[in-house]
């Protein structure tokens, strides 16, 4: 079958890569993400300084999926454009970088750098990005989304995607649905972890990871009914030109072909391709082309999107 996915005119084999944050952080992770049969690499958040992250236990794997409070760990905007301009150079295209400023305005530094650069390929603002003091997320403040959407688009004409966080209310989808059609967005992914989730430890009646009093983001299996909803939520209301990509609870074919039916174009592992690492996109492709097989399906567009209501 053919697992081919074109997102504006760059080209990927499959439609399976890694998420931001998981296994993404130095060049050695990315190459070996590249050096598999993953469709892509996508880097780890970079804001425009390196930065430690948050005190360890961060991140600790739960029985259904994952807890962290990474707290932004990364080598810093530079070290990421300068690997995904010498991919570029070496031909490969199929690259995501990620940014995650801690302000508004170093986001839009972080766009005016690459827009300046030679980078031509796909670019994803991490909206669960701090806001203000005392405001949510920029994702849960739609102002805040409108203007960094209104600034960004005063100079980028790049590939630019959203990161976003998960929404619990359809009124949610169509508010923001609503602003994110005003923009030439390439597309959005769906979604982050589900926020401030907690995990606690039976025998020392603890909290299990140490930042923020324990409180963390949910990923894994918890999370697919919620990434699910979120990717047939906005493939429903958004311009078809915005693509989606489709992250949460990850880890067999099944999943991905779930997520392809809601409406992704591609999809990201996190929680599952810590433990597993690398191995797992050879073992999710195969597993998505037998059920296609079995289906009769010969491409992903012959089933993209195409969840009924019963
Ligand atoms: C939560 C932030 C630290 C503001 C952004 C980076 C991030 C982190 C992180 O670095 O803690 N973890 C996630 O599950 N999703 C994210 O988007």
Request: charged content about 15%; overall charge negative.
């Amino acid at each position: 079958s053919n697992l081919q996915v074109s997102i504006n005119d760059i080209n990927f084999n499959n439609p399976v890569l890694n998420a931001a944050g998981v296994r993404c952080q130095s060049t050695t992770e990315l190459d070996a993400i590249l050096a598999s049969t993953a469709g892509g690499a996508v880097t780890k958040s970079a804001t425009l300084q390196p930065r430690n992250g948050n005190e360890t236990p961060r991140m600790q794997s739960l029985p259904f999926g994952s807890i962290n409070s990474m707290g932004l760990p990364n080598y810093g905007f530079d070290y990421y454009l300068d690997y995904v301009i010498n991919q570029q150079i070496a031909g490969n295209q199929n690259l995501i970088l990620s940014i995650a400023g801690l302000s508004i305005a170093e986001n839009l530094t972080m766009l005016r750098q690459i827009q300046a650069s030679d980078y031509q390929g796909l670019v994803e603002l991490n909206l669960s990005c701090p806001n203000v003091a005392g405001k949510s997320q920029v994702g849960y403040d739609f102002e805040a989304v409108a203007d960094i959407l209104a600034a960004a688009f005063t100079f980028f004409d790049g590939h630019l995607g959203l990161k976003l966080p998960p929404y619990f209310d359809l009124n949610q989808f169509d508010e923001l649905s609503a602003i994110l059609n005003q923009y030439p967005l390439t597309y959005v992914n769906s979604i982050n972890s589900i926020g401030n989730g907690l995990a606690v430890d039976l025998d020392t009646e603890t909290v299990v990871i140490k930042p923020k009093a324990g409180f963390g983001g949910i990923g894994g299996d918890y999370v697919k009914p919620t990434a699910l909803a979120n990717i047939r939520a906005f493939r429903l209301r958004l311009n078809p030109a915005i693509k989606i990509i489709g992250t949460g609870g990850i880890s067999s074919g099944q999943d991905v072909f779930e997520h392809i039916l809601c409406g992704a174009d591609l999809v990201q592992i996190g929680t599952a391709f810590g433990p597993e690492g690398t191995p797992i996109f050879e073992r999710v492709t195969d597993e998505l082309e037998t059920i296609m097989v079995a289906k009769g399906y010969r491409s992903l567009a012959d089933f993209r999107g195409k969840l009924k209501i019963i």
